[in-house]
C-alpha cells in the first residue's frame, strides 16, 4: 500500500503497546485502547491506518508521562529497525565511518524508507542533520502550546546515536500541531550545537 493510502508502519502502534504494557500492565492497554476507539492491535509487517495510529498518539499525549512514554517507544521503534531492517554489513560500514560521512548516508536511507513512518505526509531530507515532515498524519488537527513528535524524534535520535555517533541528540524546532508548517527535526552533536553538514 502507498502513503497515499493513508497507511502508517505497524511500529507506530505496536512499540507504544509494549511500553505501555511494561507501565502499566494489560489494564491500562486496554484503556488506551478504548480511548482510542481501537479494537485490535496490528500484526505483522503490514501497514496499517494512518488514522488508527494518530487516534493511539492522540489518547496517549493525554496521560501525564506521555513524554517518557512516547521517548521510550521511539527508542524501542528503532531498536526494531537496527534489528530487522537495516543489513548488519550496512550498520557495520556507517559505524566505522567518521561521523560526517555516516550521517549522509543515514540520513538518505532514512528518506528512501519514509513511508513507513511519515504516511501520507511528505518528508524532506534537508540536510544530513535536519528533517521536515509536512502534514503529519500523527498530529494533524492537533493544537498544542509545544512540539509533540516525540516518538519521530526519539526514533531518530537512536538510529543516529548507534550508527552515527553516541553524543547524537534529536529535537523538534518546529511542530504543525503549535503552528508551524511543518515538522523539523534537528540532529545535533555534544552539548546541543548544531551539527554541521
Known sequence: M????GVIGPNAVLQHAAVIRRHGGEARLAALMAAAALDRLPTGDAMIP?????????ALRTAPDAEALEREAGTATADYILAHRIPAAAQRLLKALPAPL???LLSRAIARNAWTFAGSGSFER???WTFALRDNPLVRGETSVMPLCVWHAAVFERLYRVLVAPDCRCRETACAAAGAAECRFEISRGRGAQASR
Open 126 to 128: 534537508c540536510t544530513s
Open 2 to 5: 502507498s502513503a497515499a493510502a
Open 102 to 104: 555516516a550521517a549522509p
Open 50 to 58: 494512518e488514522a488508527e495510529a494518530a487516534a493511539l498518539h492522540r
